[in-house]
């Protein structure tokens, strides 16, 4: 059986920076000001541009389904698409919140607990990115989206019984998202004691112990 190999120690994919996967990532990152600039229009009272916002925020998250997806499938993942990925989505799902807290449309404490949750798992990744990647989880997966058709409905002009479902998906939404990031930390913390890197930093270690203390009598 071969050993596992050191995350830390793969090669770099060879994949052109660009290509298609990375061309979605960037033009969604691209989309995020002119989604703002529709969401905030007149203070938020023109309905029209709110449901562009609406359709340039819905086609934005379908991107981020399928780049990734299309990187994996056609061996185009690169350093750059893993880095500007995320980014990409933080910069969409933070505007989003940012803008409709602004508003009044959406309580702050809702968009800093969102925000608090998406940078600290950020954080993490990169504390242990080194000893390897958490997969993603079906519960982060089910975060993902009940987040993003929540804000969705908050962007659009509603009210009424729709008013009030928004705010049950929200609520959803946010125990997902903190449920989720309790989840990602006690992974990071378990995968940082039982990796390959840790277990060779451990057995190094014990090889190289304190010294025996006896020393020879007869010297």
């Known amino acids: 059986m071969s050993a596992p190999v050191d995350p830390a120690a793969t090669p770099p994919q060879s994949a052109r920076v660009l290509n298609l996967a990375n061309a979605l990532t960037v033009l969604r ?20 541009r709110r449901y562009w916002a609406t359709l340039v925020f819905a086609l934005a998250i ?8 299309i990187a994996r499938r056609t061996g185009q993942v690169t350093e750059f698409g893993k880095l500007a990925d995320p980014i990409a989505d933080k910069a969409l799902t933070g505007t989003a919140l940012v803008a409709l807290s602004v508003l009044a449309l959406l309580p702050w404490w809702v968009t800093l607990t969102i925000l608090v949750r ?30 993003a058709l929540a804000i969705g409905l908050y962007i659009l002009p509603i009210d009424g019984l729709f ?14 998202t903190v449920a989720t990031g309790l ?6 913390l378990a995968l ?10 451990a057995a190094a270690r014990r090889s190289t112990g ?3 203390p006896r020393t020879d009598a007869a010297a």
């Open 29 to 48: 990152l691209a989309v995020v000001p002119v989604f703002a600039a529709l969401l905030l229009a007149d203070g938020g009272m023109d309905d029209e």
């Open 62 to 69: 379908i991107t981020d389904r399928y780049d990734g997806m």
């Open 118 to 147: 998406e940078v600290g798992v950020t954080l993490l990744r990169f504390w242990v990115i080194r000893h390897g990647v958490i997969a993603a989880s079906r519960g982060g997966k089910a975060k993902t989206v009940v987040q």
């Open 163 to 176: 008013g009030t479902l928004r705010w049950w998906v929200m609520a959803a939404a946010v125990v997902l």
């Open 183 to 188: 989840d990602y930390v006690h992974r990071a």
């Open 192 to 201: 940082r004691r039982t990796s390959v890197r840790a277990a060779r930093a």
């Open 210 to 212: 304190p010294a025996d």
